[in-house]
């Protein structure tokens, strides 16, 4: 089975610009998840990440993840923020 990375965002937060001027708004990473591909669709996310929650409002993770032996499966910059109970499943 192939898996996607999917980050589930926080609420928006409004970036400021170097000049201190309001900028567009940002949704940080929450927590970053594992799920499923959709049957016949190995670029689209299935309904439900591995832990169970839904996977519609949550914006899939750009690029492939790495696949080598030993290396995570989520990106290393959001280690802090994985969600645990997808990470279990992804290390069995």
């Keep these: ?23 567009d708004e940002e949704r940080p990473v929450r927590r970053v998840h594992a799920a499923p591909t959709a049957p016949g669709e190995p670029s689209a996310t299935g309904p439900r ?25 989520y990106p290393a910059e959001y280690a802090s923020v994985v969600c645990p109970d997808c990470d279990a499943v992804m290390e069995t």
Excluded: H, N, Q
């Excluded at 089975?1 to 900028?23: C, D, H, N, W």
């Excluded at 839904?54 to 899939?60: G, L």
């Design 1 to 23: 089975m192939s898996y996607i990375v999917v980050y589930e965002l926080g609420k928006p937060v409004t970036a400021r610009s170097s000049s201190g001027a309001p900028g």
């Design 49 to 73: 990440t591995l832990c169970g929650k839904d996977t519609f409002a949550m914006e899939t993770a750009r690029g492939k993840t790495t696949e080598r032996p030993g290396a995570p499966w």
